[in-house]
């Protein structure tokens, strides 16, 4: 899915110029007196809720360790914000800790000559192994998470579910099983939102766990153009169950219309059994719909294989420390992320933000609280279910994908033409990227 249609769904893009919440100077000067006390600054993007966990952070880690001081800084999210990072990485004008990106923009700021590697001092053995890999650079990791996983999966109706007597299930026959007992009584099986075109991604790439349990090898191959959408059925199927869904009629009558806060209400409200759509989608499902937070479960897409059946995740973003950050500072930086990669951390974030997905450090919990679908992504987790999504282990993207789900899952096209059309898209971009094989 790409980058900027997540930001557009879930995070108040800003454009602002770079402020700072708290007093103090941009960028990584020495603040360490001769008193052993010393200042860091932090910078972070400007969403509301990530300026809460940055300052909740700063002022819990300050509580355990007095002498270090933690000046929380803001840039705008989104390209803007890609570009000030880039900037302030390329001139040595850094602040001395940083949050951003995992994953392919994480390569795109050459952390082998911009970050400063980590070690077990920073507890990244305690890291879940999808999220490390998202901030590996030559086989050392550069940064510690922030904030918890998000899910590509299917939020369902508990309520519809018990009234009807159904389970979880596990597989595709099983699911559409589901859908036809839930079309009898009455209720649309399946909700789709295609008003939001990038909504229409989810039964392709959060379908993409089944794909790897059947090829683990595929995001490799397919990087080096040497496995296709079009030619391996796992990954057909994606396209496949859009086609399905459409042709059964299970879907919403105002599909074609019908945008997420619309999703998310008839999901809220019983009219929609399922919807297949990103699980950061519950904060705005949750503070629209009062009292929906314990009525909607969460479950990995199903596939072919029941045994086999994981969660698709995307990684949180990371936590980094510039080159430009030495001496009493660095060792201060290093304390920092290693208390944000704890339990104390996890609580300090969780204390700032109820979290909408299960955090990246074992021995970290979401609590009691929080909604049902967080706790059932949870599971997952900790049951090494779970698989990062293809952008993570791919540079290969194509930007037409989120049109293509929506013909094919309208009846305009069908699966085998989307999957075609799919990969001449990603043909375009993988050349202009100069990938080997293209």
Same mark, same amino acid.
């Given at each position: 899915?790409?980058?900027?249609?997540?930001?557009?769904?879930?995070?108040?893009?800003?454009?602002?110029?770079?402020?700072?919440?708290?007093?103090?100077?941009?960028?990584?000067?020495?603040?360490?007196?001769?008193?052993?006390?010393?200042?860091?600054?932090?910078?972070?993007? =400007?969403?509301?809720?990530?300026?809460?966990?940055?300052?909740?952070?700063?002022?819990?880690?300050?509580?355990?360790?007095?002498?270090?001081?933690?000046?929380?800084?803001?840039?705008?999210?989104?390209?803007?914000?890609?570009?000030?990072?880039?900037?302030?990485?390329?001139?040595?004008?850094?602040?001395?800790?940083?949050?951003?990106?995992?994953?392919?923009?994480?390569?795109?700021?050459?952390?082998?000559?911009?970050?400063?590697?980590?070690?077990?001092?920073?507890?990244?053995?305690?890291?879940?192994?999808?999220?490390?890999?998202?901030?590996?650079?030559?086989?050392?990791?550069?940064?510690?998470?922030?904030?918890?996983?998000?899910?590509?999966?299917?939020?369902?109706?508990?309520?519809?579910?018990?009234?009807?007597?159904?389970?979880?299930?596990?597989?595709?026959?099983?699911?559409?099983?589901?859908?036809?007992?839930?079309?009898?009584?009455?209720?649309?099986?399946?909700?789709?939102?295609?008003?939001?075109?990038?909504?229409?991604?989810?039964?392709?790439?959060?379908?993409?766990?089944?794909?790897?349990?059947?090829?683990?090898?595929?995001?490799?191959?397919?990087?080096?153009?040497?496995?296709?959408?079009?030619?391996?059925?796992?990954?057909?199927?994606?396209?496949?169950?859009?086609?399905?869904?459409?042709?059964?009629?299970?879907?919403?009558?105002?599909?074609?219309?019908?945008?997420?806060?619309?999703?998310?209400?008839?999901?809220?409200?019983?009219?929609?059994?399922?919807?297949?759509?990103?699980?950061?989608?519950?904060?705005?499902?949750?503070?629209?719909?009062?009292?929906?937070?314990?009525?909607?479960?969460?479950?990995?897409?199903?596939?072919?294989?029941?045994?086999? =059946?994981?969660?698709?995740?995307?990684?949180?973003?990371?936590?980094?420390?510039?080159?430009?950050?030495?001496?009493?500072?660095?060792?201060?930086?290093?304390?920092?992320?290693?208390?944000?990669?704890?339990?104390?951390?996890?609580?300090?974030?969780?204390?700032?933000?109820?979290?909408?997905?299960?955090?990246?450090?074992?021995?970290?919990?979401?609590?009691?609280?929080?909604?049902?679908?967080?706790?059932?992504?949870?599971?997952?987790?900790?049951?090494?279910?779970?698989?990062?999504?293809?952008?993570?282990?791919?540079?290969?993207?194509?930007?037409?994908?989120?049109?293509?789900?929506?013909?094919?899952?309208?009846?305009?096209?069908?699966?085998?033409?989307?999957?075609?059309?799919?990969?001449?898209?990603?043909?375009?971009?993988?050349?202009?990227?100069?990938?080997?094989?293209?």
């Amino acid at each position: 899915m790409r980058k900027r249609h997540i930001a557009i769904a879930l995070l108040a893009a800003g454009s602002m110029a770079l402020t700072a919440c708290s007093a103090g100077s941009l960028g990584s000067s020495d603040d360490s007196g001769g008193d052993g006390k010393v200042s860091l600054s932090f910078l972070v993007d =400007n969403a509301a809720e990530t300026v809460k966990i940055g300052n909740q952070l700063a002022k819990d880690f300050t509580a355990k360790n007095p002498n270090i001081t933690i000046k929380v800084e803001t840039r705008p999210a989104g390209t803007d914000g890609d570009n000030l990072v880039k900037t302030r990485l390329s001139t040595g004008d850094m602040s001395d800790v940083f949050m951003y990106n995992s994953g392919s923009l994480f390569q795109a700021i050459a952390p082998e000559k911009n970050l400063v590697p980590l070690d077990e001092g920073q507890n990244i053995g305690s890291l879940d192994k999808n999220f490390t890999t998202t901030v590996t650079a030559n086989s050392k990791v550069y940064g510690v998470p922030w904030g918890g996983f998000m899910a590509g999966a299917i939020l369902y109706n508990k309520d519809v579910y018990s009234k009807l007597g159904l389970s979880v299930p596990k597989t595709w026959d099983e699911f559409m099983a589901n859908n036809a007992k839930i079309k009898a009584s009455g209720v649309d099986p399946v909700i789709q939102s295609y008003g939001e075109t990038w909504t229409s991604q989810l039964f392709v790439l959060g379908d993409f766990a089944n794909v790897l349990s059947a090829d683990p090898q595929f995001a490799d191959k397919y990087t080096a153009n040497q496995a296709k959408y079009a030619t391996t059925p796992a990954a057909l199927a994606g396209f496949q169950h859009l086609q399905q869904v459409h042709d059964l009629k299970y879907e919403n009558k105002d599909f074609a219309s019908a945008k997420l806060p619309d999703a998310l209400r008839y999901l809220a409200q019983g009219k929609g059994a399922n919807y297949p759509i990103l699980s950061a989608t519950l904060s705005e499902l949750i503070s629209e719909n009062p009292g929906s937070e314990n009525k909607i479960g969460l479950f990995a897409i199903p596939g072919s294989d029941g045994s086999k =059946n994981n969660l698709t995740v995307w990684a949180p973003a990371g936590v980094y420390i510039p080159t430009t950050t030495t001496g009493a500072k660095l060792d201060a930086a290093k304390k920092f992320l290693a208390y944000i990669a704890s339990p104390d951390g996890c609580t300090s974030q969780t204390t700032a933000s109820q979290p909408t997905g299960p955090y990246a450090v074992k021995g970290c919990s979401v609590g009691d609280s929080v909604p049902q679908a967080v706790k059932d992504m949870q599971t997952y987790i900790d049951n090494g279910a779970s698989s990062l999504a293809l952008e993570f282990l791919s540079p290969v993207k194509g930007p037409a994908l989120e049109q293509i789900c929506v013909e094919v899952g309208s009846g305009i096209s069908k699966a085998d033409a989307g999957a075609k059309h799919y990969d001449e898209d990603v043909k375009k971009q993988a050349q202009q990227l100069g990938l080997s094989g293209w």
